[in-house]
Each structure stands twice: as structure tokens, then as C-alpha cells.
């Protein structure tokens, strides 16, 4: 449990540090669903996407499913992924995850 508080300490400083880096984002993200912190990793995608550019939104997106498909439940992930095909139904990248 301590370890998790630590992880979410410094994940917290360094979004403050690197708002605009995706990597600290998707690496914050991956920790939480593999500690099996669903709700909390939900929150902080909608978090997420509004702090980054509109431009990484999909690649966020897409990392976020195919964590919720792997460590969460498969048809959340599927729930996003429809959502995001809806959505940009011209981004060939989407279609071939």
C-alpha cells in the first residue's frame, strides 16, 4: 500500500512539473490499472485529457483502452476503443491496434 502512495506522490510532481508530457501521463495511468485502481485511472484520463493538446488525445486514448482491455474489464476497453473509431473514423492508426 505504501508503495502505491509513493508512486502516486511522484507521479503527482511530475505532472505538475511535465503537464504537457504524455509519458508521465500514460506512465501514471499503467500504474494505476495494474494496481487494479480502475476508477481512479478513469478519473485520471478525463484529467488527462484536459490538460494535454487536443493532438495527443488519441494516442492517450488508445494506450488508456488497451490498458482497461489487459488489467481492467475487456469490454471498457472495447467500450473506448468504439468510441474513439466513432469519433476519428479517418485515423487509420485507430483501426490497427
Do not use: C, I, N
Not at 503527482?12 to 506512465?27: G, H, I, M, N
Not at 472495447?78 to 490497427?96: A, E, H, I, N, Y
Request: no cysteine; net charge positive.
Amino acid at each position: 500500500a505504501g508503495d502505491g502512495a509513493a508512486a502516486d506522490g511522484v507521479f503527482t510532481a511530475a505532472s505538475k512539473k511535465f503537464r504537457s508530457d504524455k509519458r508521465v501521463w500514460l506512465a501514471w495511468l499503467s500504474s494505476l490499472m495494474r494496481r487494479g485502481q480502475h476508477e481512479t485511472a478513469k478519473e485520471l484520463l478525463q484529467r488527462t485529457v484536459d490538460t494535454l493538446p487536443k493532438a495527443d488525445h488519441v494516442e492517450v486514448l488508445s494506450k488508456y483502452a488497451q490498458l482497461e482491455f489487459r488489467y481492467g474489464l475487456a469490454e471498457r476497453g472495447r467500450t473506448v476503443f468504439d468510441g474513439m473509431l466513432s469519433s476519428f473514423p479517418k485515423r487509420v492508426d485507430v483501426w490497427s491496434v
